[in-house]
């Protein structure tokens, strides 16, 4: 009897790992739920589903997008973290959902490191450090010394995990009194810098591209590199020696997801990434593709993200609430 149940047992467990080991050319069988932490219509939701798209081609299965937003992208991260590892929930992630996340808030309830097989980074969105037309500068370096000889008259409001390490991060680095002022909505938050009730911001493309074109903010510089967008406007750590804050996205699948599924999503998404039409409608998001990594390289540079974001978060005092 008890080696019928042992038997009973090495069978089932054969049966289990040969589950979880099947091979990545039987991947995928069904559909693939693709979940983005954000609200429809935000460009980390548009570049989704442009890829989603294209990777349903290419798989040969529907990729469905999912929104799960709320608290600063945990709600949706939280979900995937906890959900079968079989390669059929994928996150849509952010540095802000991987990284910052745990140096802004106590009670976050996933970890963006150890929860989470990272796939395939995609690209990000560059934020440039603006100011109202009012402020009497045109560079960075005028903007520093506009700022000490006008100690607490500047402002930056601030509204997600990115703008918040930017502007902060810019004020310990030049030693500067600038105040920094919280929103709940980043519309909110652009608008009274339109308005003038603010002075200065580091906005994304996304949503700050039309306004710098256009007068309604001044450019001075750009993080993390120059944009062919804005030929002209040099790069922060051009202007600001050391300033090194970037913003990415990438899919995520959940730890545990077998290693060859990771890779066949990895190679694919490269694939998707490469056609002329995909890059097209990703950059008319506002986003710039990033170069392409190997999985264990996108988890290595999540790590050093992580490690940076610390640092910048404790040199600016910022704390978990």
């Known amino acids: 009897m008890r080696f019928s149940l042992f038997t009973g047992l090495m069978a089932l467990t054969v049966c289990v790992h040969g589950a ?4 990545a050319s039987a991947y995928p069988e069904k ?23 294209s990777l349903s081609k290419r798989l040969g299965q529907p990729l469905i997008v999912q929104n799960r937003p709320g608290a600063t992208g945990m709600i949706g991260s939280e979900y995937v973290a906890r959900a079968q590892a079989d390669g059929y929930t994928l996150l849509f992630g952010t540095n802000t959902t991987q990284v910052a996340n745990k140096y802004f808030f106590k009670n976050i309830s996933y970890d963006g490191l150890k929860d989470f097989a990272p796939v395939a980074i995609v690209g990000g969105v560059p934020h440039a450090l603006v100011v109202n037309p009012s402020v009497p500068v045109n560079s960075v370096a005028e903007l520093i010394a506009y700022a000490k000889a006008n100690p607490g ?6 509204a997600n995990s990115t703008t918040r390490i930017t502007g902060s991060t810019f004020r310990v680095m030049t030693h500067t009194d600038i105040s920094e002022i919280p929103y709940k909505a980043y519309g909110q938050a652009v608008s009274e810098l339109l308005g003038g009730q603010t002075q200065m911001m580091f906005i994304d493309f996304s949503t700050g591209l039309a306004y710098m074109t256009s007068g309604k903010l001044k450019p ?46 990895n190679r694919e998404i490269t694939g998707a ?21 190997a999985p264990q390289a996108f988890g290595k540079y999540i790590a050093e993200e992580s490690a940076h974001y610390g640092k910048l978060t404790r040199e600016a005092g910022i704390k978990p609430e």
């Open 153 to 158: 008259k500047l402002s930056f409001p601030y």
């Open 273 to 293: 990434l490469a056609q002329p039409e995909v890059r097209k409608q990703i950059d008319g998001v506002g986003y710039e593709l990033l170069p392409p990594m």
């Open 31 to 53: 559909p693939i739920t693709v979940v983005v932490p954000f609200a429809a219509g935000s460009p980390t939701d548009a570049v989704a589903r442009v890829l989603s798209d």
């Open 20 to 23: 979880q080991a099947a091979p």
């Open 220 to 265: 001075l510089a750009i993080t993390p590199a120059r944009s062919e967008k804005l030929p002209g406007v040099p790069a922060m750590k051009e202007a600001l020696p050391g300033f090194e804050i970037g913003n990415w996205n990438g899919l995520f699948a959940p730890a545990g997801t077998p290693p060859d599924v990771v890779e066949k999503l």
